[in-house]
T-cell receptor
């Protein structure tokens, strides 16, 4: 596609439920990133994939959060036993390569609301 | 943790005026980037300035970088209603990880 696509755009779930957020990066981009943005704050890094492997998952807040990228393209962020504090916009980005000079293109995000 | 801090938090200007916002950061960087965000959704990359550059222009945008003061500024000239958005600076916390500030919300009044 032309840009990074994230689905769903909005997700409302009940506390304790499991959710999956999907990211389709730009075709050919090897690097993929997940960020989380709480209201009134800037995005915070969650996890970075280079190809199929998670090169850095140090930003995942706890073991309820997990992300995969099995074929090196689409990625899924999975959240178990959701809590109200998980409510945020989850942003995915991709770049042609890793490296700070490779521009990251962001999707429109998934707004997750845990009620 | 967020390394960058934007100042001011919010800015309201008349259409046609210039808007200036600043970003301060704590640790040494390879580059600094500015992003725009409309309505709290996707981020749009505006400009990247490398640590060995002092000033960069892109259309109506002018970015400066002072590594001795660990600060950067973004100037939007001749603002338009469409410039209403939140603006974030981001530093390269590592070779691939961006560290964002909390952003400056700019409102351009018609």
């Amino acid at each position: 596609g032309a840009g990074v696509s994230q689905t769903p755009s909005n997700k409302v779930t009940e506390k304790g439920k499991y959710v999956e957020l999907r990211c389709d990066p730009i075709s050919g981009h090897t690097a993929l990133y997940w960020y989380r943005q709480s209201l009134g704050q800037g995005p915070e890094f969650l996890i970075y994939f280079q190809g199929t492997g998670a090169a850095d998952d140090s930003g995942l807040p706890n073991d309820r959060f997990f992300a995969v990228r099995p074929e090196g393209s689409v990625s899924t962020l999975k959240i178990q036993r959701t809590e109200r504090g998980d409510s945020a916009v989850y942003l995915c980005a991709s770049s042609l390569t890793s490296g700070s000079l490779s521009e990251a293109f962001f999707g429109q995000g998934t707004r997750l609301t845990v009620v | 943790s967020q390394q960058g801090e934007e100042d001011p938090q919010a800015l309201s200007i008349q259409e046609g005026e210039n808007a200036t916002m600043n970003c301060s950061y704590k640790t040494s960087i390879n580059n600094l980037q500015w992003y725009r965000q409309n309505s709290g959704r996707g981020l749009v990359h505006l400009i990247l300035i490398r640590s060995n550059e002092r000033e960069k222009h892109s259309g109506r945008l002018r970015v400066t970088l002072d590594t001795s003061k660990k600060s950067s500024s973004l100037l939007i000239t001749a603002s338009r209603a469409a410039d209403t958005a939140s603006y974030f600076c981001a530093t390269d916390a590592s070779d691939y990880k961006l560290s964002f500030g909390a952003g400056t919300t700019v409102t351009v009044r018609a």
